[in-house]
C-alpha cells in the first residue's frame, strides 16, 4: 500500500451529543492510532453537542457547520450555503477519506465529498429505521458511488440491502466496541449508596438504560416488574436515561403502585459505576441496529434479559449467554427474571459467559483494528486506481 501515513479522514455526522453513534466516535478518538490515521471531525448542527468537548480534550479539531435547523420547516431547515462552506473546508483539508455518519450526514456529507472532489467516501449505517422515498433515492444513488457502506451489524446490512439491492461485497461489517477496562466490574464501584434501595442486603436491582422512547418499549419492562415484585419483594428496578416518555413513566409507575421500587436517574455519565450497582440488566426494544447498552452490561459481567429481536440474536445466543424473550411480552420478561433471581449457577454461567463473548467480539480494540484495516484497503483500492 505504500507508506503514506497518515491517512487523512474527515468524518462528518450530524451531532455529537449523547448517543451510540456519537460515543463510538469518541471510543475511536481515543483509541485509534493517530500516526496512521489523522481525523477531522465536522457536526452538522450546533445543538446538544455536549461531547465536542471531550473531544478537543484529546486535541482533535471539531468544525461545527450548522447545515441543518430543525426548528425551522422542511426545505427551510436546510442551509445551502453552508454546504458549500462543507464542501470548501473538505477540498482544502486534503482528506483521503470522507467517512459520514447518521442518516441526514450520510446523505449531505457524501455530496459534498463528491463536489469537493473526494472519491473516497464511506458512509455508516446505524439503524433500520423507516426511510423516505427520497432518502432511498439518495442512499441508491449514492450509495453506488461510495467504496464502502459500513454497518454496525448484520441486521442493519440486511435490512439496508433490500432497500438498495447492493451487491454483499460493497457492505462491511463493524460492530461497536466498548472498552472492556472501563466497563469493568474490577474498575467500577457502584455510585448509589444501599439506602437508597433497602437498609438490608438482600436487595436485588435490576437496570435498564436507554432513552426513554417508544422504541425502547419501557412500559413492557415496567409491567413485567410488576409481577417480579410480587414474587421478590427485595426486588428494584433502576431506569437509566431521559426523554419524552420521562412523565408517562412515572404516571405508569404510580398508577402501577412501584414509586417506591422505581428509580428514574436520568441522563447520565457513570454508566459503569451504576452498573456495578444492579444484579440483572433488561432491554426491551421493539428494534434496534445494535445493542449497545447490552454489550456493556455483559462487559459488567450482568446476566441479560433482552427482546428477541435480529441484532441482539447477533450478541446474545438464548439460554448460553442471556435470555431473549418476545417482544412485548411482560409475562415472558417476568418469567426469565424470575429464574435469573432463583438460578444463581444459571445467573454465575450468564456472568461469565457475558464478559467473554463481548471480550471475543465486541471489545473496542478489535472494532479500531477493523476500522483502521477497512481505511488502509480503500486507501490502498485508490491508489491502485491513480
Not at 1 to 22: H, Q, S
Not at 33 to 61: A, Q, S
Not at 270 to 278: K, M, N, S, V
Not at 352 to 377: A, C, P, Q, W
Amino acid at each position: 500500500m505504500g507508506d503514506k501515513f497518515p491517512i487523512r479522514v474527515a468524518v462528518i455526522i450530524t451531532g455529537l451529543g449523547i448517543g451510540g453513534a456519537e460515543l463510538r466516535q469518541l471510543t475511536v478518538a481515543k483509541h485509534i492510532n493517530r500516526n496512521k490515521v489523522f481525523i477531522d471531525f465536522y457536526c452538522l448542527y450546533d445543538e446538544d453537542n455536549c461531547l465536542i468537548p471531550e473531544f478537543e480534550k484529546i486535541g482533535y479539531n471539531v468544525f461545527v457547520v450548522k447545515v441543518f435547523d430543525y426548528t425551522n420547516f422542511f426545505l427551510f431547515r436546510i442551509n445551502f450555503f453552508a454546504i458549500l462552506k462543507l464542501i470548501k473546508m473538505l477540498h482544502k483539508g486534503r482528506y483521503d477519506i470522507v467517512h459520514t455518519q447518521l442518516l441526514h450526514a450520510n446523505t449531505v456529507g457524501r455530496i459534498a465529498a463528491e463536489l469537493a472532489g473526494i472519491r473516497n467516501h464511506i458512509a455508516t449505517i446505524c439503524n433500520m429505521e423507516n426511510r423516505s422515498f427520497w432518502q432511498i433515492w439518495f442512499d441508491k444513488f449514492l450509495g453506488k458511488r461510495s467504496r464502502k457502506i459500513m454497518c454496525i451489524s448484520k441486521s442493519v446490512r440486511d435490512y439496508d440491502r433490500q432497500h438498495t439491492m447492493f451487491e454483499s461485497d460493497k457492505y462491511t461489517v463493524i460492530y461497536n466496541g466498548i472498552d472492556t477496562n472501563k466497563f469493568s466490574r474490577r474498575n467500577a464501584t457502584c455510585s448509589l449508596p444501599l439506602a437508597t434501595f433497602t437498609d438490608n442486603d438482600e436487595s436485588f436491582i435490576i437496570c435498564s438504560v436507554a432513552r426513554l422512547h417508544p422504541q425502547k418499549d419501557f412500559p413492557t419492562i415496567i409491567h413485567a416488574f410488576t409481577m417480579v415484585v410480587q414474587h421478590y419483594e427485595n426486588a428494584f428496578l433502576l431506569i437509566v436515561g431521559d426523554g419524552e416518555e420521562m412523565d408517562a413513566l412515572k404516571s405508569l409507575t404510580i398508577k402501577l403502585g412501584l414509586k417506591d421500587k422505581i428509580l428514574f436517574l436520568g441522563s447520565r455519565t457513570d454508566i459503569p459505576d451504576l452498573l456495578a450497582c444492579a444484579d440483572l440488566f433488561v432491554s426491551s426494544s421493539v428494534f434496534e441496529g445494535f445493542g449497545n447498552t447490552i454489550v456493556e452490561a455483559m462487559s459488567m459481567e450482568l446476566p441479560v434479559v433482552a427482546t428477541d429481536i435480529p441484532p441482539y440474536r447477533e450478541i446474545i445466543t438464548d439460554h448460553k449467554n442471556g435470555f431473549l424473550v418476545p417482544v412485548k411480552r411482560p409475562i415472558d420478561m417476568a418469567k426469565a427474571i424470575c429464574r435469573l433471581i432463583t438460578d444463581n449457577q444459571k445467573r454465575l454461567e450468564y456472568m461469565r459467559r457475558g464478559r467473554l463473548t463481548v471480550l471475543n467480539r465486541f471489545s473496542h480494540d478489535i472494532m479500531i483494528k477493523r476500522l483502521e484495516e477497512l481505511y488502509y484497503h480503500v486507501v490502498k483500492e485508490m491508489r491502485k486506481l491513480a
